[in-house]
């Protein structure tokens, strides 16, 4: 049984014709989607207990809770980062927020490290280590040191503290260079939003966070509850869909992720909705079974919209630093990303794991999570991102 669900209202719909029209619109390739409940077995049995045992009724007070707090990003507010806020004053909130959770990380030791020193040996070593523990990866850390050694030998560099803005160029090269917006339109629309993740990653409350936004903006927004493992995982959108009002198409615990997209593709036709935005359950890169289901809903989009899925958004935790680089990897080789939401940056100081998947995968970091509530959600900006991952 679907249940479709709009502002505070659930709406009912007989079911029955939409599971066929997703069956026959799958055309008997051997992947109807009911066999989603076979599926969710397997899953069952995959996923961790934990991840598993989630009461309905303790998610949804958890993220009442999470709506109880959210006068606090009123300081965020006052800061520019909200949404009455114009474009600079945006941009100034942003990196007032960013450098508060970045400014303990690169710019800082980076200050410490280098000072007037003479460039040597011993502090290219200290050097190398620090970048290293920041996340900016192997490849990023050997690059810069490379072009620290030459520019050195032929004196380019006055003295130590020269390699901070020989850094800072760096990073805005490999940030810059995949810089990309977000595709919110899309002709035919609507434009779909695919987003996957590990579990507990970010990827609800990122939904959650940029459906409040678009709708704010004027856009027609219907979030799909493609997470049909846990019944609290669709309890938790609808959650956030009454924050943002808009629609949430959901099925009951343990349907078919495809059918969800299919109906909410019905009913974001029917909304004249600019997006779609499609949640997934939590997965590992390891899970074969589930990363097909990507695939899966994948196609039912391509079916019902020429050239969707416009967006496969992977969310990452920023926090689980180089782990975040190989689920990324892997991820990728799996689906082709098309950009890349980092969650959490308020959580850690280490944002040069930004850098460093930006490095190695050339995929573009379009958005960041800097915190739970609900306007918490920016834009990547990398020249604002590098000032405050520079700042000390
Ligand atoms: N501090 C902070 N917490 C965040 C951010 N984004 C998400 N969270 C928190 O991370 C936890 C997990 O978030 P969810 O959105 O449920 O993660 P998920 O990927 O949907 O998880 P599964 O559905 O279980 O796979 C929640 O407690 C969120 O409030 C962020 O940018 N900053
Ligand atoms: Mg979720």
Redesign the pocket.
């Given at each position: 049984m679907a249940l479709f669900w709009r502002k505070r209202k659930q709406v009912q719909t007989a079911d029955d014709a939409t599971e066929e029209a997703v069956v026959s619109e799958e055309g008997g390739d051997g992947e109807a989607p009911e066999g989603g409940d076979d599926a969710a077995c397997a899953v069952a049995e995959g996923l961790s207990a934990a991840?598993q045992v989630v009461d309905a009724e303790a998610e949804r007070e958890r993220v009442g809770e999470?709506a109880a707090t959210e006068p606090a990003s009123a300081a965020d507010l006052a800061e520019g980062g909200g949404g009455q806020a114009g474009g600079e004053e945006r941009r100034r909130g942003l990196f007032a927020r960013l450098r508060r959770a970045l400014g303990r990380g690169l710019g800082g030791k980076l200050a410490a490290l280098l000072g007037r020193r003479k460039i040597d040996e011993a502090l290219l070593e200290e050097l190398e280590t620090l970048l290293i523990s920041s996340d900016l990866g192997v490849d990023t850390t050997l690059d810069i040191l490379d072009t620290v050694r030459e520019r050195a030998s032929r004196n380019e560099l006055a003295d130590a503290s020269a390699i901070r803005e020989l850094i800072r160029d760096h990073l805005t090269t490999t940030l810059e260079g995949v810089e990309a917006p977000l595709t919110l339109a899309a002709e035919p629309g609507p434009a779909i939003l695919i987003v996957i993740?590990?579990?507990?990653?970010?990827?609800?409350?990122?939904i959650g966070k940029l459906a409040f936004r678009l709708v704010r903006d004027g856009k027609g927004v219907v979030i799909a509850a493609a997470?049909t493992y846990r019944a609290a995982?669709a309890e938790?959108l609808v959650v956030w869909g009454e924050r943002a009002e808009c629609t949430v198409v959901r099925k009951e615990a343990g349907a078919d992720p495809a059918a969800v997209v299919f109906d909410a593709l019905a009913q974001a036709k029917k909304e004249g909705a600019d997006v779609v935005i499609i949640?997934t359950?939590?997965r590992l890169h390891t899970e074969t079974n589930l990363m097909e289901e990507l695939a899966k809903i994948a196609r039912v989009a391509s079916r019902q919209v020429p050239d969707a899925p416009h967006e496969v958004l992977l969310?990452l935790d920023a926090t689980t630093g180089q782990n975040a680089v190989q689920q990324a990897e892997l991820f990728h080789r799996y689906t082709g990303l098309t950009g890349l939401v980092l969650?959490?940056?308020?959580?850690t100081a280490k944002g040069g794991i930004v850098v460093g998947i930006t490095h190695r995968l050339k995929v573009p970091v379009k958005l960041i999570?800097?915190?739970?509530g609900v306007e918490?959600l920016r834009d990547f900006d990398a020249g604002a991102f590098i000032d405050a991952l520079m700042s000390s």
């Open positions: 991840a999470e993740g590990v579990n507990g990653s970010g990827k609800t409350t990122t997470d995982a938790q949640d359950a939590g969310v969650t959490k940056l308020d959580g999570g800097i915190g739970e918490d």
